[in-house]
């Protein structure tokens, strides 16, 4: 048989279909594996923990870009043009000496097709109660409601929590609070319902400071007024994690310029983006982000006037 563009249309249509005229012995599984990747920085165990996905319309999402432009952009990238998909993806950092979590997904709180957060952490060997430190990027609800569930119980009972200094003063202030619109109010209340409980146990870092020995906090701003990517540093390793200094860099980092709805300054969230990309580009450090596709690693490469994530191949061992 020839090989040509019209017999391989033939051969797929040919395929029996999902869930109907299976005949293998084995059924099929229906669902994806435990959502954990492990990798080293020098000394240091880094594991990726996946909290599923959520969805939103395409429509505003980008403030200042045309919808046509945005669908494009997906569509060079093979991702669905009705809708933007953004993954959820905490780090677990062992230094040897502590447990560290960096952010704390979803928790029951997410879209439906969050919440695989805990299941996920667990079938990587991980058990919340051993967890000595989180570290939180900035207060949106996606990184910070798995601290506490709904019903008010706390996920890591023993845990320190240290958050950025310029990230507490907002949100826990009354004055801004009572200041801001009207659609950032449940964003203020649910800071408080996070982190009210513990008030007087919750520590602070500021930038350029080592919260964790190992782990330095970057001033990333813009994205919130303490928004916060971490330097994680042991031997010759480093990984630069984003945090949300891009949403899914499958747009932002190839279009730095682009701003999210979720931006609250979107002129300092272009110019911290295009510090860290043009810094990890440079410096051809390894970077993680909270909202790319999973594993969510990889290295930032400069294209045309923007950039590229490079996802990370598979290692097997570490
Ligand atoms: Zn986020």
Do not use: C
């Not at 330097?231 to 945090?243: E, K, P, Q, V």
């Amino acid at each position: 048989m020839q090989l040509n563009r019209r017999t391989i249309l033939a051969g797929a249509a040919a395929t029996p279909l999902l869930g109907k005229a299976v005949f293998a012995a084995q059924p099929l599984v229906g669902k994806q594996a435990p959502a954990f990747y492990r990798f080293k920085v020098g000394e240091f165990e880094v594991t990726a923990i996946n909290d599923g996905f959520a969805r939103r319309p395409l429509d505003g999402f980008i403030k200042n870009a045309s919808l046509d432009d945005v669908k494009a952009a997906l569509g060079s990238a093979f991702l669905p043009t009705d809708q933007m998909t953004i993954p959820f993806t905490t780090l677990v950092v062992n230094t040897g000496a502590k447990l560290v979590l960096l952010d704390s997904g979803n928790g029951d709180s997410g879209a439906p097709t969050t919440g695989s957060w805990m299941a996920n952490f667990k079938a990587a060997g991980f058990d919340p109660a051993n967890v000595d430190t989180v570290l939180v990027s900035h207060f949106h609800g996606d990184h910070i409601n798995g601290l506490r569930l709904k019903d008010g119980s706390a996920v890591f009972p023993r845990a320190e929590i240290i958050v950025p200094e310029v990230e507490w003063a907002f949100w826990m202030s009354d004055d801004k609070m009572n200041a801001a619109p009207d659609g950032l109010k449940p964003a203020f209340n649910n800071a408080r319902r996070v982190f009210g409980p513990i008030a007087k146990d919750v520590n602070r870092f500021q930038w350029g400071k080592e919260p964790i020995t190992g782990i330095t906090a970057l001033q990333a701003d813009g994205h919130t007024p303490g928004h916060t990517a971490f330097a994680i540093s042991s031997g010759n390793g480093r990984l630069l994690m984003m945090s949300d200094t891009t949403n899914n860099p499958i747009l932002f980092a190839r279009k730095p310029d682009w701003t999210a709805v979720f931006d609250m300054d979107g002129e300092q969230a272009i110019k911290t983006r295009r510090k860290l990309l043009d810094m990890a580009a440079t410096d051809r450090i390894q970077v993680s982000f909270y909202h790319a596709a999973f594993p969510a690693t990889g290295h930032i490469a400069k294209l045309g006037s923007g950039f590229d994530m490079v996802p990370m191949a598979f290692q097997p061992t570490l």
